[in-house]
């Protein structure tokens, strides 16, 4: 069994990464993409070393897509039936990349959700538009999930392996 060369390389991350990058003319040290996650190197908030987690750009989009053609799929369906296909659909997100320090990404699907919803909705007549506070009275009766983390900062100790 061979290593592929073009999938296996060694970085330079850790503590030291962030000097290390500028001594090699960098301004930021190499990311690594795994599970879903892009890790880089970050600071805490008493500046000693932390490793970064979001969601990678491929997923997020790979989510978005997904969460598009399921409100096409949906479009003729009861709102109700909608908002529990579609919190079906978050739960999920949610529950693999709710990890902590991910809590932007989480936000962002639930953004682009919320406003896809309501162009999807609008779409339902010709009449008229479907407003942002008729779709806050919609939320009211029929709420989406908030984002939330899964992996809260407390827990990830539990989760490093060293």
């Keep these: 069994m061979e290593l592929e060369p073009t999938k296996t390389r060694l970085i330079a991350f850790g503590p ?3 000097r290390d990058a500028q001594q090699q003319g ?3 040290p190499e990311t690594l993409y795994f599970l879903g996650f892009t890790h880089y190197c970050t600071r805490n908030r008493n500046g000693a070393f932390a490793v970064g987690r979001k969601t990678e750009k ?3 989009k790979r989510t978005l897509q997904r969460v598009h053609s399921v409100m096409r799929e949906i479009l003729h369906e009861r709102v109700e039936d909608q908002a529990r296909r579609i ?9 693999y990349f709710g ?14 959700v919320l ?15 479907v407003t942002w506070d008729a779709l ?19 827990a990830l100790p539990q989760y490093v392996i060293l």
């Design 16 to 18: 030291r990464a962030h």
């Design 26 to 28: 960098r301004q930021k």
């Design 58 to 60: 491929s997923r997020l």
């Design 87 to 95: 919190n079906q659909l978050l739960q999920g997100h949610y529950a």
């Design 99 to 112: 990890m902590a320090g991910n809590y932007r990404s989480l936000k962002q699907v639930y953004q682009v």
């Design 115 to 129: 406003r896809y919803w309501r162009r999807m909705l609008s779409r339902r007549s010709q009449k008229s538009r």
């Design 136 to 154: 806050l009275r919609i939320l009211r009766r029929f709420p989406l999930k908030r984002p939330k983390l899964s992996i809260p900062y407390t």
